[in-house]
C-alpha cells in the first residue's frame, strides 16, 4: 500500500469510530477503539447464526460464565 492509500485507511477507519487520535507534539497517534470494535464483533456475531464459533475471549463487559440454569 502507498503512502496515500496508508492515509486513506486511516481516515476512514477514524471516521467509522474504530480509531482513537491524540497529538504529542508534532505527531499523532493512533489507536484502536477497542469498546466500539467490541461492540461491532458482537453485532456481527449475532448476525453469523448458529454453529459459528465465539470469540476466544470474552468481549469487554460480557461474563465468562453461561447465563441462565436450564
Request: proline share 4%; no cysteine; charged share 20%.
Amino acid at each position: 500500500m502507498d503512502d496515500a492509500g496508508e492515509v486513506d485507511a486511516v481516515q476512514q477507519t477514524t471516521r467509522a469510530g474504530l480509531l482513537t487520535s491524540r497529538r504529542e507534539g508534532s505527531y499523532v497517534l493512533y489507536s484502536l477503539d477497542g469498546t466500539r470494535f467490541d461492540r461491532i464483533a458482537a453485532a456481527l456475531g449475532g448476525l453469523a447464526g448458529p454453529g459459528v464459533v465465539s470469540p476466544s475471549r470474552p468481549l469487554r463487559g460480557q461474563s465468562t460464565t453461561a447465563a441462565g440454569g436450564d
